[in-house]
């Protein structure tokens, strides 16, 4: 038997692997935990979102918990980040930075070219992320949420 390299107690290494129907529930808890009620997915919308026919949902766990997760579609030439959401646990650990890449690997393997999403005006925390990755802002989305809050569309060449 080969020793292992964890020490007792220690928490494993993220493991990114591709979305199964078993993920569903936590995915939803998970948004609900990341976002305002305005701004979080219901159920039905992530669950309309994972059956569309280009759509990537890339989900991190760390001992058989689900500490993250990306939801992406693309059409064409551009990829549209739906969400990505990690636990308040494990942020700033460079996961979001893991999924971003992960995602424009497959993105760019689909011919996308650029990469857009939107995020709260709020959410400052998020929109300085985006711009260490890369991303600008492209305009202002006027109460693009439900609660009339509005959103920056931002863009990113890949």
Same mark, same amino acid.
């Given at each position: $038997?080969?020793?292992? !390299?964890e020490r007792q107690?220690?928490p *494993? /290494?993220?493991?990114?692997?591709e979305?199964? =129907? @078993? ?8 948004d609900?935990?990341?976002?305002? =009620? /305005?701004?979080?997915?219901? =159920?039905?919308?992530?669950?309309a979102? #994972?059956? &569309? =026919? ?5 989900? +991190? ?9 990306? #939801?992406l ?9 739906? !969400?990505?959401?990690?636990h308040?646990?494990?942020? *700033? ?5 893991t999924?971003?890449?992960m995602?424009?690997?497959r993105?760019? @393997?689909?011919?996308? %070219?650029?990469?857009?999403l939107?995020?709260?005006t709020?959410?400052?925390?998020a ?5 260490? &990755?890369g991303f600008?802002?492209? *305009?202002?989305l ?5 609660? +009339? !809050?509005?959103? %920056?569309? $931002?863009?990113?060449?890949?």
């Open positions: $038997m080969k020793p292992s !390299t107690g220690e *494993r /290494a993220v493991r990114f692997r979305y199964e =129907p @078993r993920d569903f529930e936590r995915l939803c808890v998970l609900r935990m990341c976002f305002p =009620p /305005a701004i979080a997915y219901d =159920p039905e919308e992530i669950a979102a #994972l059956i &569309q =026919p280009r759509m990537l949902c890339l989900v +991190g766990e760390q001992n058989a918990e689900i500490v993250g997760f990306i #939801l579609d693309w059409r064409r030439t551009v990829g549209h980040i739906i !969400t990505i959401d990690l308040p646990d494990h942020r *700033r650990r460079g996961l979001g930075s999924f971003l890449k995602a424009e690997q993105l760019k @393997r689909q011919g996308v %070219r650029r990469v857009v939107e995020v709260a709020t959410n400052e925390a929109i300085a992320f985006y711009h260490v &990755q600008v802002m492209q *305009r202002l006027r109460r693009y949420y439900r609660d +009339g !809050t509005d959103a %920056r569309l $931002m863009e990113k060449a890949i």
